[in-house]
C-alpha cells in the first residue's frame, strides 16, 4: 500500500501556511510560513508550498485550502459589478450592495403559488443592456423558497443571453427574508469572478506540479466544499479563516470541546467547539455590514493581532491596523535600521497615528486604480525604500494629509511599517524570527514617551495583548453581559478572577509567550499545541463534507388541513392528497439531494453517514395532521484520511 499525504493551505490576513498530513495516522511531517501576497494571493501559496520537502509532495493526493480571499473583497468592496433582478412584490427597506437593479412583476405566494406571470421581457431588455458592463447576475424572487421556478426562468434567459454567472438567493438560503436573500445572493456574484480566479490558479498549481489531487475548500461553518460548489457558491467560503483556526485546534489539541483564541497577524479570533461541532450563528453571517443568510461559525474577531501597530498618544496604544514590524522590515530592507536608528523624535503635542517615531511607509508593488492628483503627488514621493513622515515632509515640504496616506493604505498601494506587539517579543527574548536590534532601537524610541524602561515598555505592551485576548474570550462567552464590567475585572486590581470550565487551546505564531499572561487573567487549563504556529492550515484539511437540506410539508390550505399537502424542497414544490405520501417522498429527496451533492467528493455512498430530524408544528388543541412539519437532512463525508 503506498503512503497518501494531504496538503493543507491557509492564505490569512498576514501570513500563508501550508502543511503536510499522513493519512494513514494523521500526523503531521512537513509545514511552511509564508507572507501572504496581495492582491495576488497565489504568489505567497507558492512560496509555501516551495518550502516543503518534494518527497512528500509527490505522494499528496487531496490539497484543501482556507482563505480570506471572499471576506477581504466584500470589507474592502473590490467585488466585481453585478446586475440585480428583484422579482414581484419587493418593497426594499435598504440599498442593496448592488450595481445595476431592477424590479420585474412575477413571483409566489407563501404556498408557492403565482401571483403575477413572470415579466421576461423586461428581464431580457435589462441583461442585454448590462452583458459588457457587469460580470455575474444576482436573481432573488419573492417566495422562491417556496417555489424558486421564476428565478430559475431567469437563470436559463440570462445564461443563454450573456453566458455570465447566475446566482439565485433559493440556491444559498431555504429560509424566508426577502431582502437578506437578495443581498446574499448579490454578494456572492460579486465573488464568483474572484473566486474564479483564484480555483484556477490553485488547479494549474497542483497540476504544474504534477499532483494527481483532489482540491476542496474550507466553508465558513467548518465543513469543505468540492471546487465545483465552491465556484458557484464563493460566499459560502467568507470566513473561512476563523472556521479553520477552530478545526485545527480541536484536531491538534485532541479536544472535541474548547475555546480557541487564534492570534493572527491581523486580528484575533475567539470561538467555541462543543462535542466536535462548532456554534454556528443564528441569524447568518454579517459581512461588511451586510446581513446575509450564510450559515457561519459564531466567532468575535478584534483588530489586535502580532503586527497590531503600537504607537503612543497620551498612552500606549495597540491596533486597529497592522503595520509591518521593524524587525522584519529590517531584514527586508538593507539600510532600514540606520534610518530608524536616525529618525528625530517628534513633539509630543504632534503624536497621532501616523506621526511616530518609529513608522514608515513604502510601494508595495500594487498599482493604484484611477489615483487622485493629491495621491500621485503623495506615490512620487514614496518609493521602493521606506520613508519616514519626518522624511516625506522634507520632500513635499508638507505634511500628507492623512486622508490621502489612508486611501493609499486602504488600496494597498503603500505599506505602513511600524512597532507592533511582535517587535516586543523580540526585545524580550521571546521570539526572535528576524531583526532583534531594529525592534530595540524602536522600542527605545517609543518607551521615551513614557516613564517606563525600555523592557517595562515592552512587558506592558504584552501584557496589554494578553488583556486584549481575554478581553475577546470573555465577551464572547459572555455574550451582551456588559462589555465594561469585563474590562474593569481584567484591568483593575481586583482580587477575582475569571474562570473558564473548558480548556482554552492558543493557536498562532508566537502565541506561547502569551501563555504567563493569559494563566494570570483567567483561571483555565490553557493548551499551546506543539504544531499552533500552522494550525489554520490543519483546519483547512480536517473539514468533513457536510450538507445540511431542509425540506417543509404543509398543509395547502388551514380550512382543510386534513387533505393536499405542499412539499417545499430546495429544487422545487409537489403536491399530494396524502399527508403520508408526502412524507415519504421528502425522506426520499432528502437523501437524494444529500448523495447528489457529496457525490462529487469522488467518495463511495456507503462512506456518506445521513442523519435526519423532524419538527412538527402542533398548536394546542390541534387534533389533525401537523400544521408544519419541518425535514433537516444532514449528511456527512471524510474526504482525506481514507485508508484503503
Not at 408557492?112 to 423586461?122: I, N, R, S, V, Y
Not at 431582502?179 to 480555483?199: C, D, G, H, K, S
Not at 464590567?485 to 473548558?502: D, R
Request: with cysteine; aromatic share 6%; hydrophobic share 40%.
Amino acid at each position: 500500500m503506498t503512503m497518501q499525504y494531504s496538503l493543507g493551505i491557509d492564505a490569512g490576513g498576514t501570513y500563508t501556511d501550508a502543511v503536510i498530513l499522513r493519512d494513514s495516522d494523521s500526523r503531521i511531517l512537513d509545514t511552511s510560513k509564508a507572507i501572504t501576497t496581495y492582491p495576488n494571493l497565489m504568489t505567497g501559496i507558492r512560496n509555501a508550498i516551495d518550502k516543503l520537502n518534494p518527497e512528500y509532495l509527490k505522494q499528496v493526493k487531496l490539497v484543501s485550502v482556507s482563505t480570506t480571499l471572499s471576506t477581504n473583497t466584500i470589507l474592502e468592496r473590490t467585488g466585481y459589478p453585478v446586475g440585480l433582478i428583484l422579482v414581484g412584490d419587493y418593497t426594499i427597506p435598504r440599498e442593496l450592495p448592488a450595481d445595476y437593479c431592477i424590479k420585474v412583476r412575477g413571483g409566489h405566494d407563501s404556498n408557492g403559488d403565482e401571483l403575477h406571470p413572470l415579466d421576461l421581457t423586461a428581464v431580457e431588455q435589462f441583461a442585454v443592456s448590462l452583458k459588457k458592463k457587469v460580470s455575474a447576475f444576482a436573481v432573488s424572487s419573492y417566495f422562491s423558497t417556496r417555489n424558486p421556478e421564476h428565478e430559475l426562468k431567469i437563470k436559463d434567459v440570462i445564461l443563454k443571453l450573456t453566458g455570465h454567472p447566475v446566482v439565485c438567493g433559493h440556491e444559498l438560503s431555504q429560509e424566508l427574508g426577502a431582502y437578506e436573500r437578495a443581498a446574499t445572493a448579490v454578494l456572492n456574484a460579486q465573488l464568483i469572478p474572484i473566486t474564479y480566479q483564484f480555483i484556477h490558479s490553485i488547479m494549474n498549481e497542483v497540476r504544474e506540479r504534477n499532483l494527481d489531487a483532489k482540491v476542496l475548500m474550507l466553508k465558513c461553518d467548518g465543513s469543505v466544499i468540492d471546487i465545483k460548489g465552491a465556484k458557484l457558491r464563493p460566499i459560502e467560503t467568507i470566513f473561512s479563516g476563523p472556521a479553520a483556526s477552530i478545526m485545527g485546534a480541536s484536531h491538534l489539541s485532541g479536544l472535541d470541546t474548547c475555546a480557541v483564541i487564534d492570534v493572527g497577524g491581523t486580528s484575533t479570533d475567539v470561538s467555541i467547539i462543543k462535542r466536535g461541532v462548532p456554534e454556528l450563528c443564528e441569524k447568518g453571517a454579517v459581512v461588511g455590514g451586510w446581513q446575509t443568510r450564510v450559515k457561519a461559525i459564531k466567532m468575535e474577531s478584534s483588530a489586535n493581532g502580532g503586527d497590531s501597530h503600537v504607537w503612543f498618544k497620551k498612552c500606549i496604544r495597540i491596533g486597529p491596523r497592522r503595520v509591518m514590524p521593524l524587525c522584519f522590515a529590517a531584514v527586508n530592507y538593507p539600510n532600514f535600521k540606520e534610518k530608524l536608528e536616525k529618525n528625530p523624535i517628534p513633539l509630543r503635542t504632534m503624536l497621532n497615528e501616523h506621526i511616530q517615531p518609529t513608522k514608515f511607509f513604502v510601494r508595495t508593488g500594487v498599482i493604484p486604480v484611477n489615483p487622485t492628483e493629491s495621491e500621485k503627488k503623495l506615490l512620487e514621493v514614496i518609493g521602493e525604500e521606506p520613508l519616514s513622515i519626518h522624511e516625506i515632509l522634507n520632500k513635499m515640504k508638507r505634511f500628507p494629509s492623512p486622508a490621502v496616506l489612508d486611501s493609499l493604505l486602504n488600496q494597498r498601494v503603500i505599506h505602513a511599517i511600524g512597532f507592533t506587539p511582535t517587535d516586543a517579543l523580540h526585545v524580550l527574548g521571546e521570539y526572535t524570527e528576524w531583526d532583534v536590534e531594529a525592534s530595540l532601537i524602536g522600542a527605545k524610541k517609543l518607551a521615551r514617551f513614557t516613564q517606563l524602561g525600555v523592557h517595562a515598555f515592552c512587558k506592558k505592551v504584552k501584557q496589554q495583548v494578553a488583556r486584549n485576548m481575554a478581553y475577546s474570550l470573555m465577551s464572547f462567552i459572555m455574550e451582551g453581559r456588559g462589555k465594561d464590567g469585563i474590562k474593569m475585572m481584567l484591568e483593575e486590581e481586583v482580587p477575582v478572577q475569571y474562570k473558564v470550565n473548558i480548556p482554552i487551546v492558543l493557536l498562532g505564531g508566537p502565541v506561547k509567550a502569551y501563555y504567563g499572561e493569559l494563566k494570570g487573567l483567567i483561571d483555565a487549563d490553557i493548551i499551546v499545541p506543539e504544531q499552533a504556529r500552522v494550525g489554520n492550515a490543519v483546519g483547512a484539511l480536517v473539514g468533513k463534507g457536510i450538507k445540511r437540506i431542509e425540506i417543509t410539508i404543509r398543509p395547502y390550505s388551514m380550512e382543510n388541513p386534513d387533505q393536499n399537502f405542499l412539499v417545499f424542497t430546495p429544487v422545487g414544490r409537489k403536491k399530494f392528497e396524502q399527508y403520508r405520501a408526502a412524507l415519504e417522498y421528502s425522506q426520499k429527496a432528502g437523501e437524494e439531494l444529500i448523495l447528489d451533492s457529496l457525490k462529487d467528493f469522488g467518495l463511495p455512498e456507503s462512506s456518506i453517514k445521513i442523519d435526519t430530524s423532524i419538527e412538527y408544528l402542533v398548536p394546542p388543541g390541534w387534533k389533525q395532521t401537523p400544521m408544519e412539519t419541518k425535514m433537516t437532512f444532514v449528511g456527512v463525508c471524510t474526504p482525506g484520511f481514507s485508508t484503503d
